[in-house]
């Protein structure tokens, strides 16, 4: 699996994990989050880096509108940690990719 693939996958992962515990949706996504969860794979696909792409908060160029940078904030911090027990293999892809440079 290619990264941008691979982390489209992940913030589905992480986006799923926040709208259950906040919105009470056990499958899929409220409206709220899928719109959230399609803004930010559409801005990743559209990334400038291609597959050179670092990881969004350590970005240069940040694409997203800080409206929805702040509720994605807001998703990675509550589900970050928790999503090591639903997604272990994404979750140490995603840490082991943040650590490198």
Partial sequence: MDKLRREKRTLIALTRIYCNAHHGK????????????????GKIGRCSFGKNKPICNRCTVHCFHPDYREEMKKVMRYSGPRIIWRHPILALRYYIRKIKP
């Fill in 26 to 41: 056990k499958f899929g996504m409220c409206c709220e989050c899928n719109e959230l969860a399609m803004y930010a794979m």
